[in-house]
């Protein structure tokens, strides 16, 4: 069911008066013009029972602030440690064999 709001209809308080911020019901009916704000004004917030609970932002967006996946990070930690120098090899003994009776 779709509800429609009169222009005479006093707007909501909470979450949805506020720009950038809509409710659960709202994105889910309103889907397409959400992403047109994103786009358009930024991040939009959704909020569930009068709280903030998910932030919809545009996929670059979403890329840049995740970084690349290029493992740099871990390379500069590891060469950056004071124990750099220690053997981290696992060691190869033999393995256990089990008698088989034939």
Do not use: C
């Not at 090899?89 to 089990?98: L, N, S, T």
Request: aromatic share 4%; proline share 8%; net charge positive.
């Amino acid at each position: 069911m779709t509800r429609k709001t009169h222009p005479s209809t006093p707007k909501l308080q909470g979450a949805n008066s506020r720009p950038g911020h809509w409710l659960l019901q709202d994105a889910k009916a309103r889907f397409s013009e959400l992403v047109r704000k994103v786009r358009s004004e930024g991040p939009q917030h959704v909020t569930v029972h009068g709280r903030d609970e998910v932030v919809v932002i545009a996929a670059e967006e979403f890329r840049r602030l995740k970084g690349g996946t290029t493992g740099r990070a871990l390379i500069e930690a590891m060469q950056s440690s004071p124990y750099r120098e220690i053997d981290i090899e696992p060691g190869r003994g033999p393995m256990p064999v089990r008698d088989v009776v034939l």
